[in-house]
């Protein structure tokens, strides 16, 4: 038995290959499906089975391809309605591979049709759960990204949730390995653990989620709580992963056309394109295309980009690294935005020489900053998240997070210069893309965000951890 997880950080997504005498299922892939092919082809295995845990919100699945392409069957539990063929299995239902089985436990809550499937050993011993959203390492998934889809409140669902843990997951053993759909940094839970594997004993120590003494009042109340909005491209994610979606191959044909600025211009100018900068910030900063929206390869891209472009039927148009096209497109068409129409050839520097208007941000360093802050009053806007601002933030900000600064725009100066930073410089230098590109540019970006800006001795609030907000 090989079982192989396949991680993929930007988007903190687990994708698993399980393989036992040449036969191979595979668990929530990503949409490039190739790897998987090519790993079962090398080792001579047949990929029989694609497992599904649920409708995925955060990304699209590389489900509907993979079956198209291996003649595989594709797997959801109880309550699971695709427009697609798929097995529907049942609570308790039974898959062999090889020598080893899969069993169907349906863990309803995260959404109604969520299911954690049970891997048994050669000696019918329970080794592993793949717990899809269900479970993560330090949380479990929030309840409210199904509530319209089940007709339930987000309180119903968590009850549900409640109960499929104490039923269904915490009775196995202690030295169950627990392999989650995602880890820190994803949007689908509130407080997950960097780690990507624990066992299920560990869990049930450290997860307040599976606390003995919990009722299911205090639980319903610890899981719903906090909980910010989710992200407006989620639903449109489960409505492609219910649906199906356009082959991958003609994404990245049409998506990776080269134009020159002309065509470029022109492109933009006709279909109302998005021209999405994914360059490093400090490149954008420098100079860019006019109106053109920051969001580099280099971070969270394919998390910010759903979050702020949200609308998957967008047509982008992409500014480039030299031969980062292929790569950009893949991982916009992972969240579903497969309206990518082309690339600037030559990339900037294209533009830049044909004589077209460019733009550029004012980025002053910490010192210079702090100075400012000190001696002019200078107002000063940090786009990190509430959680991070209200561990530590400079004295007087005003918290405006990236991930909603649509709403913020009426408290930015109209006139007068500020500050926006984050907490290195990568959010910051988007927030102010996209506040350029609604007609602001009295704003000045603060190089390092707030590490910076602390090491250069301006004054912050108490440090609270954040673990106790």
């Known amino acids: 038995m090989k079982i192989e997880q396949i991680y993929t950080g930007c988007l903190a997504q687990g994708a698993y290959y399980i393989e036992s005498k040449g036969e191979v299922a595979i668990i929530d892939p990503l949409r490039e499906v190739e790897p998987y092919i090519k790993r079962a082809q090398d080792a001579g295995s047949q990929i029989k089975y694609i497992f599904e845990t649920h409708f995925h919100a955060d990304f699209v699945s590389g489900h509907v391809t993979l079956s198209k392409?291996?003649?595989?069957?594709?797997?959801y539990g109880p309550n699971a309605n695709p427009s697609f063929d798929a097995i529907i299995a049942?609570?308790?239902?039974?898959?062999?591979?090889?020598?080893?089985?899969?069993?169907?436990?349906?863990?309803?809550?995260?959404t109604m049709e969520s299911t954690t499937y049970l891997l048994k050993d050669e000696s019918g011993k329970d080794h592993a759960i793949f717990s899809g959203d269900t479970l993560f390492l330090g949380d479990v998934g929030r309840p409210d990204l199904a509530q319209k889809a089940a007709d339930m409140t987000q309180e119903q669902l968590a009850g549900l949730l409640y109960e499929s843990l104490r039923n269904k997951i915490m009775p196995l053993s202690d030295d169950v390995i627990v392999y989650p759909a995602h880890g820190a940094g994803s949007a689908c839970g509130k407080n997950m653990m960097k780690e990507t594997v624990d066992s299920l004993g560990n869990q049930k120590k450290v997860n307040y989620a599976l606390r003995k003494d919990m009722s299911k009042e205090e639980f319903i109340k610890e899981v719903t709580d906090g909980l910010l909005p989710p992200p407006k491209y989620f639903p449109l994610n489960v409505k492609m992963n219910k649906e199906g979606y356009e082959d991958i191959g003609e994404v990245l044909t049409r998506g990776t056309t080269a134009l020159s600025p002309e065509e470029f211009e022109t492109a933009a100018n006709e279909t109302g394109a998005v021209v999405l900068d994914v360059r490093h910030q400090k490149d954008f900063v420098n100079g860019h295309v006019p109106r053109s929206i920051f969001i580099g390869l280099n971070g969270d891209f394919a998390p910010w980009v759903g979050a702020l472009i949200a609308d998957t039927q967008q047509p982008i148009l992409l500014v480039c690294p030299e031969g980062k096209e292929e790569e950009a497109v893949t991982r916009l068409s992972r969240v579903g935005f497969d309206g990518t129409i082309g690339y600037l050839k030559g990339g900037f520097e294209a533009w830049k020489n044909s004589g077209k208007a460019i733009d550029s941000i004012e980025s002053i360093t910490a010192d210079e900053a702090t100075t400012k802050i000190d001696e002019e009053s200078i107002p000063v806007f940090d786009v990190r998240k509430p959680s991070e601002f209200q561990s530590e933030h400079v004295?007087?900000?005003?918290?405006?997070?990236?991930?909603?600064?649509?709403?913020?725009?009426?408290?930015?100066?109209?006139?007068?210069?500020?500050?926006?930073?984050?907490?290195?410089?990568?959010?910051?230098?988007?927030?102010?893309?996209?506040?350029?590109?609604?007609?602001?540019?009295?704003?000045?970006?603060?190089?390092?965000?707030?590490g910076a800006l602390k090491n250069a001795g301006a004054e912050v609030t108490d440090y609270v951890c954040p673990s106790t907000l």
């Open 69 to 75: 392409e291996t003649g595989a069957p594709i797997i």
């Open 395 to 450: 004295i007087d900000a005003e918290n405006t997070p990236l991930d909603f600064i649509n709403k913020h725009l009426s408290e930015f100066p109209e006139t007068d210069e500020f500050l926006v930073h984050c907490a290195g410089g990568y959010r910051s230098v988007i927030a102010a893309s996209i506040l350029k590109s609604r007609g602001i540019h009295n704003l000045i970006d603060v190089d390092g965000g707030f």
């Open 90 to 110: 049942k609570d308790g239902d039974s898959f062999q591979l090889g020598d080893v089985r899969i069993h169907v436990l349906h863990t309803p809550g995260h």
